[in-house]
């Protein structure tokens, strides 16, 4: 009988000495490797922190104490001690759960969380709360060094140090964001670790805290000693430990970047995860950068701690170098801000970031860069519908930048489009542009792609015709092109076909002309329809005897649900459209 | 002949002594003091850098070398000494020039810059571009420390220190925010202070940088010697001064946050500046949380440092204590996810916050409360259209928040109504309610309102009529019932006249029912018609034979435009909708 076998729940570690926690530890990370290799996932975080989460269960007293996982991309460990160990144990149960925290699955969860930084604010929140309940117990943020670069998690910081009451931060500084550290608090945390946490220079205990350090943050008796002393504090309290990222898998401890986040069977041995048979357009990108930095001197590929999402592979960072490849952190804000003022003074900033945090600084699209008119060239990947978590949805980046002044947000349908597009801003920095990099497979090219002109706000009219016209925004204008073919095929309607190019702004022209003709207007856009492209057609001809029908996702969170299942309830497929429009197509 | 007189530029300075600068700072003083009285504006903050602004511009060489002041607010004196000084010393001029830095101005400005902390991040594009461009010259943030609270000013921080090349970072110490400061990093700065800069134990150098302290921030000559220092420094390095905010006025020194900001003749000695003659929707609103504070012991009501603006008063805040009443300083972000912890335990967070500023948590709105389904309660001030400076405008909050999945934004068009929706959420935390605080002048009541149930999304029918119906969203509502009046009485049509409450969402039944002898519909809202409520309508009805006219904002920043100029150009008023509409009216 394993260790494991006998644990239900946290107080199940109570009653194992320091032996059997140290095989418990083993235990789990055997199920970590063995599920997230199976499924993929966040390997390398949830390797370095096994220790410190059975430290925590066996110190503190879960759900009376609260734990709160920043990203809880770290959360495994904690999942497999709190009752949901089948999720990794047993196969048949491996999707079981999701890759973070969730209350819905276990009350030792306090809240549904996946962007960074948050942990500490939410902390103060709940230790608030404790307070004013006249309650007694101890609340836990858990928090990765690479999340302390964002900025809220500095303004949780600045206010836990003054709640005046207790609150436990625990820094799990594992030498690595999810690639390199980047930034001047990271040289303090390094002479923090090389004194063992006796340096007087300290960023913690400037802004207030009571300061504790643990330079093996993988022994687990050293961690149970530690959490000991600061457990029932009355004082806002950081505890710093050093783990290692990855341990227990030789290639993740070493490369540390590549197994922050696998897919499935990384870690088979015939598995050779980076030969994929064609280039994405992640891939595509980077190669293109690396073209255009020869051209221009004054370049910046910027990156807000995603560099491998977006295309920007080790190899690609070092042929760029430090004065043209800029890993600012996990700091969105920081990022578009200093983008503006690169692109102001006549350099050409290309910040590529992800559409699921592109939210996380909407203040400084609107502030620093609409309003300011710069030039900014940003590339917005991983957009639109998708099975994934809901806390990394890609769907509402259109109503997020394309209502605010100035911003051109443009939506190229194929790879040809997408680097023109990308020439023209590089070229001449005419306005903020965004682009929305398609996400399908790029190896259809259009061999008689015609070099554009983007300086106002025009759609491409692919086919000209009449009664119908279809706009395909961006990755749905294959959807797009296949409903024309059909209402071709089966009701001998040769519809205009239309791709918008921009999601920011409507082509009047265009749109006037259509009236003469066209009854009936088809918008598809690959996010939610609310405040998005196809509701301003909508409005733009609500005076007009002009039926339009609008498809993109529901205002909804959808939690890893399957593709198809989306697609047919946003009814994304020419059959459910054709049913729709029917009754009008006569 | 003044000192002033002689300063057309930053270079006729370098010609001055000790003893004429000092007179200029006096000069430059009076002037900002009689202009900002005479228009109202940012008296405090202004007085408190007039020495540091002409010992900048005495040591530095602008343009050449860039300042970028944070929020800009505290930019008066260097307008005055870089070619504006008409708009402080010509009183048929003094709105001549925008109270915030804008590059349209002058070259000597590098950003239009309104919104807080955002300096650093600016500052270090600007010396990335000067180090692509092999060019030499100073970059400086002047930055206060009210500003240094936000997530962004440390993000920048951080990426500042390891520039690994020289850039400037003023910090103007006037122990103020806008309120007191909060937080761990203000007791750092004050052990900084009393230690005269010398404390082991030192936030900056804990990022890494070089640290220089000049505790007579108002001493021109002090401030001359240390900016000389680091002038043409090759390390990121940050100068503390100790200033004195609302310096040379009396009221202005001792009254911190009522001169932070002035009304108009705010410094005249028959002026009483707080006795209006009616109480708006802010002191209400305290008025309102005072007394349900006595019923709910949980109750938390929570400002991010702007306190004043959202009627949270001294007298407010007394009363009200710590445990129910918390700044959490200038982070809007941290404020969100502190208030989802709230909620989830159990609490009843009341945030208060403009409209201008909410666009700055987004990312928390979307993940901490709205994915977390967190019961908050959100009131968003200062919202719709109005004359305000670019940088400040609240036209932009329904998109931004409406678009939100689980997030219920309401729009109460009466003070009755306000308050019977406050009670709801706070009673029954059912869901996220953000409220758009009406802005209208709050005397006129409903003597019939009747409590109602907010549970689920339904717009309330004011008066049911045929043919036409009038959407009026919160403080449209006004203009939606003129509208009626004149519908009926210049063309004997009795319109159906909706409040439709909820912004966030439709209430379909109504819709439905409205088809059955309605043909045309229309919407106003206060804001942005891009992404919004008008647009929803629209969408919702473009499959049928009914003509939707939606009137809102333009996408568009308008810079200190008169309302009534907005107002023409969005065709915001009975007259301008008539004839729009006329000839569908038959």
Known sequence: MSVLDKINGPSDLKKLNIDELNLLCDEARKFVIQKTNATGG???????????????????????????FDVSHQCYTHKILTGRKEGFTDPSKYLKYCGYTNPNESKHDQFVVGHTSTSVSLCVGLAKARDLHKEKYNVVAIIG???????EAYEGLNNAAVLGTGIIIVVNDNEMSIAENQGGLYKNLELLRNTKGTAELNFFKSLGFDYYYEDEGNNVEKLIDIFSKVKDTKVPTVV???????????????????FHWIIPHALDSDSNSSSSSYKGYEELTADYLLEQNKKYSDLVVITPATPGATGFSKSFRKSLGKD??????????????????????GARPVLGILSSFVQRTYDQISQDIGLNRSPVTVLVFWSGVSGADMTHLGSFDIPLISNIPNIH????????????????????????????????????????????????VKN???????????????????????????????????ATLINPRFISGLDTNLLEKLKTNHDLIITLENGI??????????????????????????????????????????????????????????
């Open 145 to 151: 060094d690479g999340s302390l670069s964002g900025g």
């Open 240 to 258: 710093h430990i050093h783990t290692l990222k990855g341990k227990g898998v030789k290639e993740a401890e070493t490369n540390k970047e590549e």
């Open 324 to 345: 043209h490849f800029v890993d600012v952190a996990i700091c969105e804000e920081h990022a578009m801000a200093y983008s503006s003022a690169l692109a102001k003074s």
């Open 42 to 68: 966040h390997l390398g975080p949830n390797l370095g922190i096994v220790e410190a989460t059975v430290a925590l269960h066996y110190v503190f007293n879960s759900p009376q104490d609260k734990f709160v």
């Open 460 to 494: 491409k009219v692919e086919i000209q015709g009449e009664k119908v016209a279809i706009f395909g925004v961006g990755s749905s204008f294959s959807l797009a092109s296949k409903l024309h073919q059909k209402l071709k095929s089966k009701f001998n309607i040769q």
């Open 409 to 456: 947000y443009l939506a190229p349908t194929s790879l040809e489009e997408y680097f023109d597009m990308l020439d023209f801003s590089l070229k001449r920095q005419l306005y903020p542009m965004f682009i929305r990099v398609p996400t399908d497979n790029p190896v259809v090219h259009n061999p008689d792609f015609i070099s554009d002109d983007y300086s106002t």
């Open 529 to 586: 329809s609310d405040g998005g492209y196809g509701q301003k057609i909508a409005s733009y001809y609500s005076h007009d005897d002009i039926k339009v029908y609008s498809y993109g996702a529901l205002k909804e969170f959808p939690d890893r649900e399957d593709s198809s299942t989306l697609i047919s309830r946003y009814r994304f497929s020419t059959e459910l459209i054709i049913e729709d429009i029917k009754s009008d197509l006569n």
